[in-house]
């Protein structure tokens, strides 16, 4: 690298216990394959006090330029720059916001159905802080829970980013607050659940410019802290969409698609009235 001491002095590692010495001493060290210091912030590198054979000394320099190539790989070490911002708002991401908050305030399964089918890809995900769900019956069945759950959620819009987004999508990121109100109906819920459930979130969905169609539906929770590791959230989404199917909420959703094409109507809890 760079700007370091003599090369037969260092070899390559890739522990971090010695970064604020290295940025300290050297800090206009830079790594020879990307002229950056990134590499030296990752501590690829410590010093060797009692490298005294020569064939030692070659064979670590070998070792740490073959490291270092491959880090500087592995990690694709490129200068960050922010997206641009998209203004004015198109018009398929504002209807695509619009349809998704509703999917949350929304009383009516059939709604719901409709939503999903008009503004959903059929493979679209659905993340947030519990949970990770793919498909859209498992999308709405999760929106269907709020409805079975809380008898209100208010949403407040703040502000809407629009940028570029991967496989030529749009990645619309809005700041909002979430109300919920559960509905406290039994003796458990009234003494375990609050009256009020008040959320700072991020909804930040990926819309394709084609079709308008959300493929990608994820809620960010600024200050609710749920320690749900990313790994977890897809069988926690698989046991809550197995377990919603249990209690009949997979019945109601299957009838609220033919009911959204024009056959039954729904009533206000939710349920699909028979005729």
């Known amino acids: 690298t760079k700007g370091m001491p003599p090369s037969s002095d260092w070899v390559n ?21 990307c002229n950056s210091p990134v590499c030296t912030s990752f501590s690829i ?25 491959s880090a500087c790989s592995v990690m694709s070490v490129t200068p960050s720059t922010a997206s641009k911002v998209i203004t004015p708002v198109p018009q398929v991401v504002t209807a695509a916001v619009s349809e998704a908050l509703k999917q949350f305030q929304s009383r009516d399964v059939v ?17 947030d802080p519990m949970m990770k769900v793919k498909g859209t019956k498992n999308v ?8 079975k759950i809380f008898k209100t959620v208010d949403i407040k819009e703040k502000e809407l980013t629009v940028t ?6 749009y990645k619309a990121d809005l700041e909002n607050f979430q109300t919920y109100v559960p509905k406290r109906e039994g003796f458990l ?13 991020l909804t930040s969905l990926e ?23 990313g790994f977890v959230r897809p069988f926690n989404g698989w046991l809550t969409a197995n377990m919603f199917k249990l209690l009949g909420w997979g019945k109601d959703v299957d009838q609220s698609k033919a009911a959204a094409s024009g056959g039954k109507a729904a009533s206000p809890g939710g349920k699909i009235a028979t005729e």
């Open 13 to 33: 590692i890739l522990g971090s216990a010695r970064v604020a010495r290295v940025r300290s001493n050297y800090p206009a060290a830079s790594c020879v394959c």
């Open 189 to 201: 819920s009234r003494h375990l659940m609050p009256e009020e459930i008040k959320i700072n979130v």
């Open 207 to 229: 819309i394709q410019k084609e079709s308008g169609l959300i493929s990608k539906h994820t809620e960010i929770w600024h200050d609710k802290k749920v320690p749900v590791p």
């Open 45 to 69: 590198i410590f010093r060797v006090a009692d490298m005294r054979s020569s064939l030692r000394r070659i064979s670590a320099l070998l070792l740490s330029s073959a490291l270092i190539v």
């Open 111 to 127: 709604e719901q159905s409709t939503i999903i089918r008009e503004r959903y890809a059929p493979d679209a995900i659905f993340i």
């Open 164 to 169: 570029e987004g991967p496989k030529n999508t």
């Open 140 to 147: 709405q069945l999760e929106f269907y829970s709020l409805i």
